[in-house]
Each structure stands twice: as C-alpha cells, then as structure tokens.
C-alpha cells in the first residue's frame, strides 16, 4: 500500500460565525501569517518525504479553506525541495480551466524537473468554485473528460504540431515542450463524487480512481461500479493500485491525545460556503436531487453534516489513535471496500499546531508507514475471499 502526506493548506485564522468560501473578503488574510503557514506546510512536506511517504496536493480557489491556490506551483516546489517520493496534484479543475494545453504543459515541466516522480490527477472541481470560475454546471462532466483527452493527446503527440477542435476548446497549433519525463505519459488519476457512471469511464480508461470522506459502504460501491465496468468490457480485473481513499488521519501516543487532533481535522467540516452555492443547478444528477429531497442523499456532504466525529470514526472517514489502533482501522477499511492500494493521509487541518502534526506524522511514519507498505495486495485477496 502506498501513502501520500496530505494537507488542505488551511488559513484557519477567520471568524468563526461566517463563510468560509466564495464570499468571505481577504480583508481577514494577514500575508504575513499566511507566508508562515505556506512556510510551515511545505516542511510539513519535506519531513513527510523524509519519512517514507508520498506527496498529495491539490487546489481550491475563494476559501479560507485551503490556500493552495495553484497547485502546478506547489508541485514544482516539491519536485525540487524533496527527493524520494512521489508528488500526486489531485487535482487540475481541467472543466473550470480556461487552456488545458497550458495544464498539459505545466505538468510536463514538473514531470521532468521531479525525474518522473510526477502523477497527475484531474477533477471537476467542487460546487463553491463554480462560481469564480464562472461555469456552466451542467458542462463539468464533458468539460472534465474533453480536458483530459486534450491533455493526453498533447503529451503523446511527438512529430510537431496538431489542430484541435472540440466543443470546448479550438487550438490551430498545439505542440508541448517539454515532453514528459514518465513515457508515454505520467499516471493519470480522477476524483469521482458519488457518480458511479463517472467512475465506470475512469475504469474503462484504465486511470486510477479516488474516493475522499465517504462511508465504507459508499466506497466499496464505487469500488464495484469500477471493477463490474472492467468485467462488462473484457478488460483485466484490476488490482488495489487502481483504487485510493482519503480520511482524516491522526496518530498519537494516547487515545486521548488522538481525539484532540481529531478535533482539529474536524474543523474542516464546518461552514465552507453559503447554502446557495452548495448545489447549483445542473452540478447533481437527477436522482441525486430527487434523494436529496426524499432526505436520502449518497453525497460527501450529506454524510459528512449527518453525525459528525463519531459517524465518521465508524464509517473509516476519521482514523485516529495509537499506532496500533491506526494501523487496524486503515486495514479494516480496506478490507470493508475489497482492496484498497492507495491511502492518501490528511494528517493536518484547521489550526492544529505544526508540533502536533509533526507528531503524528513522525509516529506514523516510523510505526505504521511500514507495516502498511507491506501489504495492499494481501488486504484485496483477503476482502476476495
């Protein structure tokens, strides 16, 4: 099994009352905490390479939520500051981007500056950011995979200059330097939602598939919907590097110093944006809405307000304790889903301090970063059985 470090880079530093995106005016940003925080999260990083484990980022935009505002930035940073593992950036808005051929760019440029440590991961981008994106809602799903094709197209295309001409983008000369590292392409990833349609086109495009804060039994029909996709095609049974999972993760030398920093994680739940920018029309499918209104929403969202800590530890979205009890949850999770080879670790939230997280990550990468390495195809033809 392989782990990435995780952070949402948060500026915690707002009021407690209020919007946390797309309204709240940077008049509450103080650039100079805000320069210790990018200062302090890209240790957090450094130590994490130290330590055994991988790198994920990702971006949002308008939020006190997560200052990553460019992620191809924070990519290059890593790609330069760390040595050893892996950087995952999950991921591009590819539907809320203006030039994907600049994406395609952008990260071939890392791929090389990293020596092929770089995998690329696309989404569609949350609900709050459509609005400073100015996007069609209903568009992000052909938006998202027109993106993707362009992208890959661009990174395999070698003999000079190519037109394209999509519903979304028109190019007359398209010809990428530099040419990635990794051949014929970096590893592709894409972040799914509840839409089990959308995780059968990653499954037949055969790009690893992520699940962020879902309950067990969420995931695991995700999980299915990708396998039963490959079964319906003739395609080769995928194996557990296809699939990845984030909680929130905490470890500590007690139980009781576990639940402090699950506080902390939790702080991330907590009033992200007003209610007319949760659900725009267009962004759901038809029977999202309809179990919506019925009050039997699949969403994230849903599960994530329904019980907050204490549903969450039972459903495998919040994992903290000992090393021990760590290294339990995470395998009865994977166990729950039917094999899981990614584990993409959120060990930092809200205004947890970095002594804290420094802590936790230290005691999970010396005690349980190694016995998880160790397994991951063990977990799936066990949860097989």
Not at 227 to 243: I, K, N, V, Y
Not at 359 to 365: A, V
Request: aromatic share 10%.
């Amino acid at each position: 099994m392989e782990v990435w470090h995780f952070t949402e880079m948060p500026y915690p530093e707002i009021p407690a009352d209020g919007p946390r995106a797309v309204t709240l005016g940077s008049e509450v940003f103080d650039p100079e905490i805000g320069r210790r925080l990018y200062e302090r999260y890209f240790d957090e990083y450094v130590l994490a390479d130290e330590l055994g484990f991988n790198h994920m980022l990702n971006e949002h935009h308008a939020t006190a939520g997560c200052i990553n505002v460019a992620g191809p930035l924070s990519c290059a940073i890593l790609a330069r500051q760390t040595k050893k593992g892996r950087i995952l950036i999950l991921g591009n808005p590819i539907a809320n981007r203006s030039d994907p051929i600049r994406v395609a760019e952008e990260m071939a440029m890392i791929d090389v500056i990293s020596g092929g440590r770089l995998e690329v991961g696309f989404v569609r981008g949350v609900t709050n950011e459509l609005f400073p994106a100015n996007t069609n809602p209903a568009l992000t799903y052909e938006r998202l995979w027109d993106g993707v094709d362009l992208v890959l197209k661009a990174w395999t295309t070698h003999d000079g200059p190519f037109n394209y001409e999509g519903r979304f983008w028109h190019y007359r000369n398209i010809n990428v330097w530099p040419r990635t590292y990794q051949q014929p392409h970096p590893p592709v990833w894409i972040t799914g939602g509840s839409n089990a349609e959308n995780v059968k086109e990653v499954a037949r495009r055969g790009y690893k598939f992520a699940s962020f804060l879902q309950p067990h039994e969420a995931v695991k029909k995700l999980f299915d919907a990708y396998r039963d996709a490959c079964a319906e095609d003739g395609l080769p049974t995928p194996g557990p590097e296809r699939f990845a999972y984030m909680p929130f993760v905490f470890t500590a030398e007690t139980e009781k110093e576990a639940q402090v920093g699950a506080d902390h994680l939790m702080w991330y739940i907590g009033g992200r944006s007003q209610p007319q920018f949760s659900n725009p029309t267009g962004y759901s499918t038809l029977d999202a809405v309809v179990a919506g209104m019925r009050g039997q929403s699949a969403s994230r969202t849903a599960f994530l307000r329904q019980g907050g800590a204490p549903l969450m530890r039972e459903k495998g979205a919040l994992i903290v304790g000992t090393p021990d009890s760590v290294y339990k949850q995470i395998v009865e999770f994977s166990e729950r889903v039917g094999g899981l080879g990614n584990l993409l670790v959120m060990q930092q939230g809200g205004a947890m301090p970095h002594e804290d997280t420094v802590r936790s990550m230290t005691l999970f990468g010396k005690e349980v970063l190694p016995r998880l390495k160790k397994l991951g195809g063990n977990i799936a033809a066990k949860a097989a059985e």
